[in-house]
C-alpha cells in the first residue's frame, strides 16, 4: 500500500513557475512508474508527465513538453514537478500517481495508487 500527499500548489501569473511535490510512504518508491496527471471540470483526469522507477524514462504531454520537469529522489520517497512559463490552460488540479509496473502508462485507470490532488491556478 502506497499513499501519496501532494504540495506545492497555489496562484501564480502567467509566465511564471511552481514546484509541486509528492511525497509517498508505505513503500519504497523505487518500485512503481509515478506520473502527474490534471483535471479541470467536466473533463477526463489527463497524463501531464511520468518517470521510471530509474528516472531514465521521462515522457511528457505534448501540451507541456520544453516547460515542465519531473524528477524524483528515491532516498527521500518523493516524486517533483517544476513547472515553468505557465500558461492559464495549465490551470488544474494536479495528481500524482504511481502505478505497480515498469513502463509508462498513458490513462489513469491503470495507475493503483492516488494522490489527494492539488490545486494549480495560473492567473492571464
Known amino acids: 500500500q502506497v499513499q501519496l500527499v501532494e504540495s506545492g500548489g497555489g496562484l501564480v501569473q502567467a509566465g511564471g513557475s511552481l514546484r509541486l511535490s509528492c511525497a509517498a510512504s508505505g513503500s519504497a518508491l523505487s518500485t512503481y512508474f509515478m506520473a502527474w496527471f490534471r483535471q479541470t471540470p467536466g473533463k477526463e483526469r489527463e497524463f501531464v508527465a511520468g518517470i521510471s522507477g530509474n528516472g531514465l524514462a521521462t515522457p511528457y504531454a505534448a501540451s507541456v513538453k520544453g516547460r515542465f520537469t519531473i524528477s524524483r529522489d528515491n532516498d527521500v520517497n518523493t516524486v517533483y514537478l517544476q513547472m515553468n512559463s505557465l500558461k492559464s490552460e495549465d490551470t488544474a488540479i494536479y495528481y500524482c500517481?504511481?502505478?505497480?509496473?515498469?513502463?509508462?502508462?498513458?490513462?489513469?485507470?491503470?495507475?493503483?495508487?492516488w494522490g489527494q490532488g492539488t490545486q494549480v491556478t495560473v492567473s492571464s
Open positions: 500517481a504511481a502505478d505497480n509496473g515498469w513502463t509508462v502508462q498513458y490513462v489513469a485507470n491503470a495507475y493503483d495508487y
